[in-house]
């Protein structure tokens, strides 16, 4: 017994020493740190030499080294300091960066971008020739050759001394190397060559001769003119100097001046550092690029004599800014477990930055420019924990163990890198019980499940003991949930004792601990049996029950299912109706309820939808088409006037299924949505407008199309109206006769004249009619045109043959639903524009006036006139009755 306490004692010494040195040496550890990193100094090197790169880093433990070039790896993580790239071929051009790792984590370093010097030859050898009118620009362009870097270039001719061209302003040269004659002349007339040298490997090259030839008059004014032009140009702030070209021709030469502007403003004045690199203004050099030289420059060419035209150029320059780090991350962030972090990465730059947050250098996520969908993630981040906002922060949440490591975000643009990052540290705490175990008493077979819930920071394991003996095998009957509570399934008395949780992590540990009961389950082992005993005997039943010691237990006898103290039937069943009395009355007030509720939504649905009308037929197209504009469009196209506003809006519905879907269209006002359905029938062909119907009225019309369609079939005139079947006799009358008159061609099929004949065309079916009833209403008329203009000074007779009440009366009077007047006016229309006492009073003066001077208007002289069939045959004139449409306001006489 001595001996074992002896081997307790060194064993927790043991391990309390482990835990101070873990301790100790996380305490001790720093994340990689470059001391040097790849310099962009020297970056140019010559085809087939050797190049060393060198990556330096400090921490602890000391890093190790990994190199990437245009972001591929180049081999594994090593020890080794340096990178050589032996025999350097153009192909090993790039952009080389090293990670830096240790068991804290890995960050990127700058990136280097080494440039392989080179030089071919000119690939074409033959003499080229450029002819040019005298007076204008010859352009002689840079034969092509492979350089890198670019080559400087030097022009010659066959003539000049030592074969450079003269510094004259007849010659300039363009960014790209092209030789610029100027007011070219027959003393221009000879052979050209470029020769070009890479000033990185002291190669030299000449091109092959260029022939100018020169045809025209040498005397020949020449309006200025720009031949090369600024063009728009991006500089990165800080850049030494930038060059902008403008080169202009003109004859005289002499004579030929050239100005530069900024945003319209003398470049002297515009407060920015340049440079003009000739005496004739031709090469703008703008120098130290900042903000302030962002802007639209402007060159001007013009005579100094005048004469000619003035002639301008421009072009935009823009600065761009490398990104800057608004503030900087702490070398160490502090997370509890857990919690939610922000790491911020506050960039700016000109344009704004792209953002790439990387984890000990595995991407996280970008934003900006060059983010997209196909941006996938390194990081495992269980369920999508990581997410970069908008601002470009990195927001961690429910921090674990493993989320330790290094962040770092690299901010990039088109001027160039920068970076910031941390060293994210994960607060550890000890277990905290939330849930304690608690005494337990279940049935035996049935599940017990003892609760041993904690919180900690990393999250805590479990261990269980039964009987303060270990749990060695936690599996079939005994499970831990993930929660650290213990499972038994079908419990058995054997299961009862004493349960103890320890919940630990490496910074404590808690404990807890609770007993379960498992009781025998009461239950009839030996039941009654059917027993024969004599009238008077005495019968014994028996009833044995096995059941748990500390359970009592009562045993109830029925006799034929009733209970052997034989209660009141009657008595029971009045307390239980007493008892569902409230519960019956409260479901059917419920009821009225809901029925009350469902009313109003449809009520409701039937205002919402009261304005709004569907439309059928309309192509989809990908195009992005205002859908209100295409509707207004077509059914002005189709004499219904509806202007955008009409409109409230206008939207597809239903899913897409490879056809075109209904348009539903909300219009403001109610009149505006009948007249479209009025005139629906001259909507193009396969586009057909109908109401917004609930879908309850919509089954509803359904059923009723086999009933409209009976009849019609009888010959009566139906209709389905909202929800109901309108039928209003046989077919015919004036409404069906305008109908027709408007519709047909041939209303009437054939007629005889007064001569007998059968007329069959329209001409003549009219004309039959027009003699016909012409003579039989045949009366003279004075008629003249006249112009009604009263005043409200005119003086009226006191008593006119109308009085406005009778006018009022007879407006009142007017029928609604009526067919309308020759001029398209309508009962309702009558009704809403002349009730008002001012106009009741003009219209009565009209007419009162018409009647005293017995002069009709010459408009109220024209009608309509239509056929209505009485009866017999169709084909003669006299079994009609003519019906006449003349102006509305007529038809009150």
């Known amino acids: 017994m001595y001996s074992r306490r002896i081997l307790g004692v060194f064993y927790i010494s043991y391990c309390i020493l482990q835990l101070t040195t873990a301790a100790e040496t996380s305490a001790q550890m720093q994340p990689p740190r470059f001391s040097m990193q790849p310099s962009s100094l020297n970056s140019i090197v010559r085809e087939g030499t050797t190049k060393i790169l060198q990556c330096s880093a400090v921490g602890i433990p000391q890093p190790i080294y990994r190199w990437l070039k245009n972001g591929v790896p180049l081999g594994e993580f090593s020890s080794e300091l340096f990178y050589k790239i032996h025999n350097t071929q153009r192909q090993d051009a790039g952009a080389y960066q090293c990670i830096a790792k240790n068991d804290v984590g890995a960050i990127f370093s700058e990136k280097n971008n080494i440039v392989v010097a080179y030089m071919g030859v000119f690939e074409n050898n033959i003499e080229q020739e450029v002819t040019v009118e005298s007076g204008k620009a010859a352009i002689l362009n840079f034969p092509h050759i492979e350089s890198e870097p670019p080559p400087s270039v030097i022009w010659q001719d066959e003539n000049g001394e030592n074969g450079v061209l003269r510094y004259d302003q007849k010659y300039a040269i363009t960014d790209k190397h092209q030789l610029v004659i100027l007011c070219a002349s027959k003393e221009d007339v000879r052979s050209y060559r470029a020769r070009a040298i890479n000033t990185q490997l002291g190669k030299v090259e000449n091109s092959p001769y260029i022939k100018l030839n020169v045809y025209g008059d040498d005397n020949k004014e020449i309006a200025p003119e720009i031949i090369i032009k600024p063009q728009d140009t991006k500089i990165i702030k800080g850049q030494e100097y930038r060059n902008i070209f403008c080169i202009a021709n003109a004859r005289p030469l002499h004579e030929l001046e050239t100005l530069w502007f900024k945003d319209g403003i003398l470049i002297d004045l515009a407060g920015i550092t340049y440079d003009l690199n000739d005496q004739w203004n031709r090469t703008l050099s703008l120098i130290s690029a900042n903000l302030t030289h962002t802007g639209q420059y402007t060159c001007q060419a013009r005579l100094k004599t005048g004469g000619f035209a003035t002639v301008t150029a421009s072009a935009t320059v823009t600065v761009y800014e490398k990104p800057t780090m608004l503030s900087n991350l702490k070398s160490e962030t502090y997370g509890e477990f857990g919690s939610t972090i922000v790491l911020e990465c506050n960039v700016e730059g000109i344009p704004l930055p792209s953002i790439t947050w990387y984890k000990d250098a595995k991407k996280i996520a970008s934003v900006g420019a060059g983010a997209g969908e196909a941006d996938n993630s390194d990081v495992d981040d269980g369920a999508g924990r990581y997410r970069v906002e908008v601002d470009r922060s990195l927001i961690i949440s429910d921090l674990k163990m493993e989320d330790m490591g290094i962040y770092q975000c690299i901010a990039s643009n088109e001027a160039g890198e920068s970076s910031i990052y941390t060293w994210l540290k994960i607060k550890t705490s000890p277990p905290v019980m939330q849930s304690a175990p608690s005494n337990l008493t279940v049935l035996d077979g049935k599940d017990a499940t003892i609760t041993c819930r904690a919180i900690g920071a990393p999250t805590p394991n479990v261990t269980w003991y039964f009987n303060d003996s270990l749990i060695i095998k936690l599996s079939g009957r005994l499970q831990a949930l993930d929660e650290g509570d213990l499972l038994i399934t079908s419990t058995t008395t054997a299961d009862s004792g004493k349960y103890t949780c320890i919940r630990a992590n490496d910074a404590g540990n808690v404990s807890g601990e609770a007993y379960l009961t498992v009781l025998v389950r009461t239950q009839i082992i030996a039941p009654p049996v059917d027993t024969r005993v004599l009238l008077g005997h005495t019968a014994t039943l028996q009833c044995k029950v096995s059941n748990d010691p500390n359970v009592k237990y009562n045993i109830d006898w029925f006799h034929n299912k009733h209970d052997s103290n034989r209660f009141d039937h009657k008595s029971d069943t009045k307390k239980m109706d007493d008892k569902l009395k409230p519960i019956i009355e409260e479901n059917l007030y419920l009821k009225n309820e809901v029925e009350i509720l469902n009313e109003k939504v449809k009520r409701l649905e039937l205002g919402k939808k009261e304005n709004n009308l569907i439309f059928y037929g309309f192509k989809e197209s990908t195009e992005n088409i205002n859908i209100a504009e295409m509707v207004s469009k077509t059914l002005n196209d189709s004499d219904t006037e509806i202007r955008k506003s009409d409109i409230n809006k206008a939207f597809r519905i239903d899913k897409v299924k490879g056809e075109a879907r209904p348009i539903l269209v909300n219009m403001l006002n ?176 009209i007419y009162n006036f018409i009647l005293s001077t017995e002069c009709i208007p010459s408009q109220w002289t024209k009608s309509t006139i239509i056929l209505l069939h009485e009866k017999g045959d169709r084909n003669v004139i006299q079994n009609y009755r003519p019906i006449s449409f003349v102006e509305y306001l007529q038809s009150f006489l």
């Not at 089954?699 to 909202?722: H, M, N, S, T, V």
């Not at 007329?759 to 009619?769: D, G």
């Not at 009226?796 to 009366?809: A, H």
């Not at 009142?812 to 001029?823: E, V």
């Open 670 to 845: 109610e009149w505006k949505r009948n007249e479209i359905l009025r005139n629906k029938k001259k909507l193009p062909k396969n586009i057909y407008v109908n109401e917004d119907f609930s879908k309850d009225i919509l089954e509803k019309r359904r059923e009723l199309i086999p009933q409209l369609k009976e009849e019609r079939r009888k010959g009566r005139i139906a209709f389905i109206k909202y929800n109901k079947l309108v039928v209003k006799g046989e077919t015919g009358g004036i409404k069906k006769a305008l109908k027709e008159l408007k519709e047909t061609k041939t209303w009437v099929p054939n007629i005889k004249n007064k001569a007998g004949k059968q007329e069959t065309t329209r001409r003549a079916i009219i004309q039959t009619a027009t003699d016909f009833f012409r003579k039989l209403y045949a009366a003279e008329q004075s008629t003249q045109d006249i112009t009604i203009n009263l005043d409200d000074d005119d003086d009226l007779e006191d008593i006119p043959v109308f009085l406005q009440s009778e006018i009022e009366k007879a407006v009142n009077s007017l029928k609604n639903n009526k067919a309308p007047g020759a001029d398209q006016i309508t009962n309702e229309m009558i009704k809403t524009s002349v009730m008002s006492p001012e106009k009741l009073r003009k219209l009565t003066e």
